[in-house]
């Protein structure tokens, strides 16, 4: 599925030079019927923002843009600001650089195994979880579902797919008292390889 932008106003490149790429990843939108956004709203919500180059990928909430800030929680609370006030939605917003994503593909703890494994799905959290809330989440008996933390990134394997797991969204947020957000592997190559384009 292509992404839809909304292309800058000038084509100058010196008013681009400066500009960085992120990615806002949206905690829990269109889930179920809830906190239902359509993308072509949010794409003209997000032009009240001094960001360039905006576009989506797909409606689980992935935006694509440049800003001239080095300052992530500052992206990450004008993004979630800017929805609430637009869609009346308290909606959590992960912000990472094209660098993260590429680091978290190569941080594949389950890339060397000699089984055959179907692609991880990644949770990106909020912030990297201390010892002690990930041994609480480590002693949860999942079954054949299988996770590995690294970094800000849990990285989970599901047995019989991510409908039937223990190891929910709720359960990691409750056990290591972090705000996350997960994406399929699929979707983490696509977001590399379109903050590529836009570079």
Do not use: C
């Not at 660098?99 to 799905?121: C, G, R, W």
């Amino acid at each position: 599925m292509e992404a839809r932008s909304i292309l800058p106003s000038t084509s100058e490149s010196d008013t681009l030079s400066n500009m960085k790429t992120y990615i806002a990843l949206l905690r829990g939108i269109n889930v179920s019927g809830q906190k239902l956004i359509k993308m072509d709203a949010l794409r003209k919500a997000l032009t009240e923002l001094d960001f360039e180059n905006v576009s989506t990928y797909i409606q689980s909430g992935n935006i694509l843009f440049q800003s001239k800030t080095d300052d992530v929680k500052k992206l990450e609370k004008l993004i979630h600001d800017l929805i609430e006030k637009h869609f009346g939605f308290d909606v959590s917003v992960i912000v990472v650089t094209p660098q993260d994503l590429v680091d978290t593909m190569k941080s594949n703890p389950f890339a060397n195994d000699h089984i055959e494994l179907p692609q991880p799905y990644v949770s990106f959290l909020s912030d990297v979880p201390t010892n002690e809330n990930t041994a609480i989440l480590k002693a949860i008996d999942f079954q054949k579902d299988r996770f590995e933390i690294v970094g800000k990134n849990l990285y989970i394997h599901y047995a019989d797919g991510a409908g039937q797991t223990k190891l929910s969204n709720a359960v990691i947020e409750k056990k290591l008292k972090l705000t996350s957000t997960a994406r399929n592997w699929k979707t983490v190559l696509k977001l590399i390889e379109l903050a590529e384009a836009i570079k």
